[in-house]
């Protein structure tokens, strides 16, 4: 079935440097979901990406889905201690609604 | 506008015995999932409703775990009887379901963390 990886699966960075994500897929998608989950928390949606190459932004997360519509990557510029959390891409399973989530990136920030 | 709620939030019990979970999702989300998360993986999907009818639960090992969404509202997910690996968050979600070939947007309840000792 549809599987989606992640990379790294740990990233430790000082206060105001840049972080990157990779969601890579065995198979086409027809779209992309992101989640944030903070430590000891649930969860929760960032955003959706459908259009191949499409590039969406949300003040310092930066979102692409690749053109063959098989990667994804979320960046996040000058990183913040609130960002830190478990990053997890999300792609459809055989039906739409069947989510399949990598296993995150895990996010830590050094003030 | 209320979240997904989950209850109990923990749970601690002993090998063989039984467990329930409950969630209620948030108004008019016709869509209803069932996630375990283990520690340092991504949620696996055990199972989805739309309204009362189970769509995919293909992923729920059915010798030991049931679920149900008798009204099309609340749901139940349930474990007899628990083993050590059953250890884990167990995950509720819900979507409005506009169908139509979409993907939903999920939002996750708090979950119930379950220790199986």
């Known amino acids: 079935g549809q599987q989606v990886m992640q990379i790294p699966q740990y990233q430790h960075v000082q206060e105001g440097e840049d972080f990157t994500t990779y969601c890579n897929s065995s198979t086409t998608l027809s779209n992309i979901q992101w989640y944030k989950q903070r430590p000891g928390g649930h969860p929760v949606f960032l955003i959706q990406l459908v259009k191949s190459g499409e590039v969406k932004k949300q003040k310092r997360l930066t979102f692409q889905f690749g053109e063959a519509k098989k990667n994804s990557s979320l960046h996040i510029t000058a990183t913040q201690t609130t960002d830190v959390g478990t990053y997890f891409c999300?792609?459809?399973?055989?039906?739409?609604?069947?989510?399949?989530f990598g296993a995150g990136t895990r996010l830590t920030v050094k003030p | 506008e209320a979240g997904v709620v989950q209850s109990p939030r923990y749970k601690i019990i002993e090998k063989k015995q039984p467990v329930a979970f409950w969630c209620n999702p948030i108004?008019?989300?016709?869509?209803l999932y069932w996630y375990l998360q283990n520690l340092g993986q991504g949620p696996e999907l055990l199972i989805r409703y739309e309204n009362e009818e189970a769509v995919d639960d293909s992923q729920l090992p059915k010798d030991r775990f049931s679920a149900e969404r008798l009204k099309g509202v609340d749901s139940t997910l349930k474990i007899q009887p628990a083993e050590l690996g059953d250890s884990a968050v167990y995950l509720c979600a819900s979507s409005l379901g506009v169908g139509g070939g979409y993907t939903d947007t999920q939002y996750f309840g708090p979950g119930t963390r379950l220790t199986v000792l």
């Open positions: 108004s008019g989300h016709n869509t």
């Open positions: 999300a792609g459809p399973g055989f039906y739409n609604n069947d989510m399949r």
